[in-house]
T-cell receptor, first 115, second 111 residues
């Protein structure tokens, strides 16, 4: 079964550094999302992306965050200047073209640790 | 906008049943249920699209009351493998819109 692939699985960075988290969506999927989960807490929506532009973003998704799909395959989340509170698990999720019973397909996540 | 889940946590013995509830203050397009094991990604269980719909596979089923903006997940004859955190995700604006997750219900099944 096709999978959403995220790299790296674990990223350690120093405060103030830039990080890029990568996601390879399932090939025919059109809707892309980033979610964040701080350890032991709920899964929080960050941003949705469709037709090469942001559809919606949450309050968490401030100017330090950006997303793009530069080559039509990888979907990336960039954090320009990381803060300690950015430490979390980041999940990419993708969804196929419209249809009933089409769930979000989650990647295995990238654990970001900011020191 | 975040759906409210209850209970926050439940402990069961193998073979016992559990119900997890999810309610929203807004009209819902769909409700998604996921289970997450520690350190892993959420795993899809089922989607409910229409009011009054019930779905299920194995011993896990769910209902969706569109008028009450509520969904319930039913776990019958629980197994050790059911342990994890269950999240409901609600979709308000229609297909392709964000899924907003509840705070989760921690389920622990003991032998």
């Amino acid at each position: 079964e096709p999978e959403v692939t995220q790299t790296p699985s674990h990223q350690v960075t120093q405060m103030g550094q830039e990080v890029i988290l990568r996601c390879v969506p399932i090939s025919n999927h059109l809707y892309f999302y980033w979610y964040r989960q701080i350890l032991g807490q709920k899964v929080e929506f960050l941003v949705s992306f469709y037709n090469n532009e942001i559809s919606e973003k949450s309050e968490i998704f401030d100017d330090q965050f950006s997303v793009e799909r530069p080559d039509g395959s990888n979907f990336t989340l960039k954090i320009r200047s990381t803060k300690l509170e950015d430490s979390a698990m980041y999940f990419c999720a993708t969804q196929p073209p419209r249809g009933d019973n089409s769930p979000l397909h989650f990647g295995n996540g990238t654990r970001l640790t900011v020191t | 906008q975040q759906p409210v889940q209850s209970p926050q946590a439940v402990i069961l013995r193998e073979g016992e049943d559990a119900v997890i509830n999810c309610s929203s203050s807004k009209a819902l397009y769909s409700v998604h249920w996921y289970r997450q094991k520690h350190g892993e990604a959420p795993v899809f269980l089922m989607i409910l699209l229409k009011g009054g719909e019930q779905k299920g596979h194995d011993k896990i089923s769910a209902s969706f009351n569109e008028k009450k903006q509520q969904s319930s997940l039913y776990l019958t004859a629980s197994q050790l493998s059911y342990s994890g955190t269950y999240f409901c995700g609600t979709e308000i604006g229609g297909y392709g819109n964000k899924l907003v997750f509840g705070a989760g219900t921690i389920l622990r099944v003991k032998s």
